[in-house]
Structure formats: C-alpha cells, structure tokens
C-alpha cells in the first residue's frame, strides 16, 4: 500500500532533498569560493600554505601507519586471546574507553605536563600523532577484529588439521584483509588530515597545519582565502578517503567466495 502511495513517495523524496541542500549548500559554497582562487591564483597566499599543507600531510600519514599497523597487530592478539575471555574483554576495554574521554582532556593533560617541551616542534608532531593515533585506533580494532574473527571461525579446522602455526597462518590470510587495511589507512589518513581540536593545543609560530591555518584566517575575517583553506581540506582529504576506498575496498573481491 505505501509503496504505491505516491504522497509517501513524495514526502520521502522532499526530506532527501532538503536534507542534501542543506548538508552539500556549505560545501558547495566552499568548492565555488576554493575553484574562484584556483583561477585567480595569488601565489602569494599559495607561498604560506606550503609548509602547513606538508605538516598535515606527514602528520595524517604517520597517524594512519600508525593505527593501521598497531589495529591488525592488537586484533590479532584479542583473537589469539579467544580462550581467555577475561584477557580478552580487558583488552577490549582497555582500547575501547578511550571513546568516552574527551580529545580536549587528554591534549589539555599533555599540554600541561609537557611543560616547556611544549614550545619544541619535534615535540609537538610526536604528540599529535599520538593522540590522534589514540582515538581512532579502537574503530581499526572493530574492524580488524571482526573480520578475523569470521576468518578464524571460517578456517580454524584447516589450521587446525596441517597444525599451523599462528604466524603462518597470518601470512596466509593476509590477502583476505587487504581491504580492510586499505579502508582503515584512508580513513584514519583523511579522518586526521583536517583535526583542529588536538592540534590547536600544540600550535605556535613556527608549527602550522592547515586546521590552525585556517583557523588564523577566520579570526583575522579573512574569509575568502579561509575558505580557500578549508576547501583544499575537503578536497585533500576527500581524495585520502574515497580514492583509496573506492580503488582498494569496494571493489576487491573476497576471494573466499
């Protein structure tokens, strides 16, 4: 009955529409103002985005080896800990809380102890890396985890049979979570790429990204070269998510199938 109710139909159509005007308004506002500057073309203002642009680029790539690698790593440990369910629930806390606690806390405790160390630039990469490699590492967890587990349960007789060893038996999956790893390193890559809230506490003069960039142009009401910042954002981090998930993730066939 509702399917051929042409009101319904209607209703349904009108919120999918509105709600995309006015999620895609802004961001179509900021590619018009982004692609305007492209024509345009003041190198001059292209000349200071440079060193930020490099900063985001080694700090959302570093971030995403890192919780791509530790990811896999730890979830292979809470499958090798199967037995132990005690262990592994532990574990699985022990990574997972960390989404109840506030980014700000934690960069507000690091920025408090670091004391001086603060004003060192070397010091600061390390420990935006680090916080942000915190907070996403428990979604590469979830997903890493599932998938073995269903491969374990699928292939465990086998292993079981030939008597395989634990690192053996990785090697010989490892093609069956490429896709996975794939996903997991375009997400954390675009997910860090445009972060203010770590970064913020860790700026100075001499240590920019394009968040804090974009951040001093707002402040200072320069609105259109900030939009030009924030839709390079967009489009950079766009590019790490859907290039690498569209290529790797969608359409790599699990070849168990």
């Given at each position: 009955?509702?399917?051929?109710?042409?009101?319904?139909?209607?209703?349904?159509?009108?919120?999918?529409?509105?709600?995309s005007?006015?999620?895609?308004?802004?961001?179509?506002?900021?590619?018009?103002?982004?692609?305007?500057?492209?024509?345009?073309l003041?190198?001059?203002?292209?000349?200071?985005?440079?060193?930020?642009?490099?900063?985001?680029?080694?700090?959302?790539?570093?971030?995403?080896?890192?919780?791509?690698?530790?990811?896999?790593?730890?979830?292979q440990?809470?499958?090798?800990?199967?037995?132990?369910?005690?262990?592994?629930?532990?574990?699985?806390?022990?990574?997972?809380?960390?989404?109840?606690?506030?980014?700000?806390?934690?960069?507000?405790g690091?920025?408090i102890?670091?004391?001086?160390?603060?004003?060192?630039?070397?010091?600061?990469?390390?420990?935006i890396?680090?916080?942000?490699?915190?907070?996403?590492?428990?979604?590469?967890i979830l997903?890493?985890?599932?998938?073995?587990?269903?491969?374990?349960?699928?292939?465990?007789?086998?292993?079981?049979s030939?008597?395989?060893s634990?690192?053996?038996?990785f090697?010989?999956?490892?093609?069956?979570?490429?896709k996975?790893?794939?996903?997991?390193?375009?997400?954390?890559?675009?997910?860090?790429?445009?972060?203010?809230?770590?970064?913020?506490?860790?700026?100075?003069e001499?240590?920019?990204?394009?968040?804090?960039l974009?951040?001093?142009?707002?402040?200072?009401?320069?609105?259109?070269?900030?939009?030009?910042?924030?839709?390079?954002?967009?489009?950079?981090?766009?590019?790490?998510?859907?290039?690498i998930?569209?290529?790797?993730?969608?359409?790599?066939?699990?070849?168990?199938?």
């Open positions: 009955i509702f399917e051929n109710n042409k009101i319904i139909k209607f209703l349904d159509n009108g919120i999918i529409y509105t709600f005007l006015i999620f895609f308004s802004s961001i179509l506002f900021i590619l018009v103002i982004f692609l305007k500057q492209i024509i345009e003041d190198l001059n203002f292209n000349e200071y985005i440079i060193h930020p642009l490099t900063n985001s680029i080694m700090l959302s790539n570093l971030t995403a080896i890192l919780v791509t690698f530790n990811g896999l790593v730890l979830s440990i809470l499958i090798l800990m199967r037995n132990d369910y005690l262990k592994q629930q532990f574990l699985f806390l022990l990574t997972s809380i960390i989404l109840v606690v506030s980014p700000i806390i934690i960069s507000l690091y920025y102890n670091l004391g001086e160390l603060r004003y060192f630039n070397g010091i600061n990469f390390f420990i890396i680090l916080i942000n490699f915190i907070f996403i590492l428990p979604f590469s997903i890493f985890f599932t998938k073995l587990k269903n491969i374990y349960i699928d292939f465990q007789d086998i292993k079981n030939f008597n395989i634990n690192l053996s038996f090697k010989i999956i490892f093609p069956l979570i490429k996975e790893i794939y996903f997991i390193y375009a997400f954390s890559t675009a997910l860090s790429f445009g972060d203010f809230t770590v970064i913020s506490f860790f700026k100075n001499n240590f920019q990204t394009l968040p804090t974009l951040y001093r142009l707002i402040i200072s009401y320069r609105f259109e070269e900030a939009s030009y910042v924030a839709g390079l954002i967009l489009i950079i981090s766009l590019f790490f998510y859907l290039i998930d569209y290529k790797f993730y969608k359409f790599m066939p699990d070849k168990r199938i």
